[in-house]
């Protein structure tokens, strides 16, 4: 399993750094077996698996039941929880106490938390307290009331001079890494270039030391439209609707089970069965 400091190292050399969301035991199985270096326990789960309009009502419980589920179909890749809405806000304590349950419950490696303002304080004493932190920048979905939607930030010259000014309160807090997400891919590339830390990038072009995609997204699983800088590499909700039209139709008409798929009795006891 690969350790923060050597995210650091494959940026030094120029290696592409993988992530990719998991939510449960075979995803997270299928990912590791690909080989990504870092797994994200995201809250996209929210709207992913769990059905909500947003990432916003996404609890604590949520993330540790499916955070569990993940650490047991990959045990050996470096994981990352999301902080859920409302867990690193109200104060230090419980900032501390909801990243310290993510990590011990789940056996997780490190934490991700949306923002800057009053985060760069958080990532500072969840770092010193020795819990790893991956900042998130750009578009930061639990506030999609404040931002209005699901929109490219730093799109003016003077949003992006913030984003880059952030993202280095970011690293100079401690942050072992940031997810920027959603912006010119220019600005993208200049956060990359001025910073040390991976910066991991969704929908932020291709200059980034990273990438990272939604599970279900990659693979249209569940999912219908997706975002414009989405790879749809497969699309299994055709697979998997074709064979369960086919399941339900061949036992309407009796084509399923057959033989091959029943039990059977040995002819004597069939024989005595029936006297
Ligand atoms: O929750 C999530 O999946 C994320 C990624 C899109 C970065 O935060
Ligand atoms: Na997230």
Known sequence: MKATTDFIKMKQKAEKITMITAYDYPS?????????????VGDSLGMVVLGYESTVPVTME???????????????????????FMSYH???????????????????NAVKVEGADDVIDQIKILTN???????HLGLTPQSVGVLGGYKVQGKSSDEAKLLVENALKCQAAGAFAIVLECVPMQVAKEVSERLEIPIIGIG??????GQVLVYH????????????FVKQYTN???AISLAIDQYISEVRIGAFPELKHSFQMKPEEVKSLYG
């Open 28 to 40: 997270a199985k299928l990912v590791e077996q690909a080989g990504t270096d870092l797994i994200l």
């Open 62 to 84: 949520d993330m540790i039941h499916h955070g569990k589920a993940v650490k047991r179909g990959a045990k050996d890749t470096f994981i990352v929880m999301d902080m859920p």
């Open 90 to 108: 109200l104060s230090s304590r419980d900032t501390l106490i909801n990243a310290t349950r993510l990590m011990q419950e789940t056996g997780a």
């Open 129 to 135: 307290a020795g819990i790893p932190v991956m900042a």
């Open 204 to 209: 932020a072009g291709s200059d980034t030391d």
């Open 217 to 228: 997204d990659i693979i249209t699983y569940g999912v219908e439209r997706v975002a414009k």
């Open 236 to 238: 299994v909700n055709e």
